[in-house]
């Protein structure tokens, strides 16, 4: 009877250490998928960053000196690069990509920029970036709800607040941004 109850006590307590592992190891796991996913959008942020000078080139070229556009668009850049925390990071980022559309929406009615093909071929390139950010920030949040959510289960809120594992924020970007092109006109 002894033995039996030894063999069970170490049944459970290598069950216990077997399960306790298993936990970690998910939540590193998810924890590492969040950082890499977190990573992509940061890494499309920034190539919408570097779409910018070619936005700015090709407004100075078609429309001239247009400072209402090139202010905008300095200041939220401006905003970007002195962002202090992720906070305001996002929020400035948030700002950039209202700015940049309400940019591109204002040039395209100007009759130039319509037959630009090389404003054209840029409008794309930031409705191309904006669909890949909107997708990579998808992923990320989704990852961050898994991981999230396994925080809040047992074993793994034992596990989590021993090993300091904080709940992570969402990555919103504010309202998707689609950039539209002009309707078709029919004529009859």
Not at 78 to 94: F, I, Y
């Given at each position: 009877m002894l033995e039996l109850i030894l063999v069970g006590t170490i049944g459970v307590g290598a069950f216990a250490i077997w399960n306790g592992m298993s936990t970690y190891n998910r939540l590193m796991s998810l924890d590492e998928r969040c950082t890499t996913a977190f990573a992509d959008v940061d890494a499309l942020l920034k190539h919408r960053?570097?779409?910018?000078?070619?936005?700015?080139?090709?407004?100075?070229?078609?429309?001239?000196?247009?400072?209402?556009?090139?202010?905008?668009?300095?200041?939220?850049?401006?905003?970007?690069?002195?962002?202090?925390?992720?906070?305001?990071?996002?929020?400035?980022?948030?700002?950039?990509?209202?700015?940049?559309?309400?940019?591109?929406?204002?040039?395209?009615?100007?009759?130039?920029m319509k037959t630009s093909s090389h404003f054209v071929d840029l409008r794309n390139s930031f409705k191309d970036v904006e669909n890949r950010i909107t997708a990579a920030r998808r992923y990320y949040n989704n990852t961050v709800e898994e991981h999230n959510s396994t925080l809040r289960q047992f074993p793994a809120n034992i596990i989590g607040a021993k090993f300091r594992l904080d709940k992570r924020d969402a990555y919103n970007l504010g309202v998707e941004r689609i950039f539209k092109d002009e309707a078709v006109q029919m004529q009859f």
């Open positions: 960053h570097d779409l910018i000078p070619g936005l700015v080139q090709t407004v100075k070229g078609v429309v001239g000196q247009e400072n209402r556009f090139l202010d905008t668009i300095v200041y939220a850049i401006t905003e970007t690069a002195h962002a202090s925390n992720a906070d305001t990071r996002l929020e400035a980022e948030q700002n950039l990509g209202n700015t940049i559309n309400n940019v591109i929406s204002e040039i395209s009615k100007i009759p130039e």
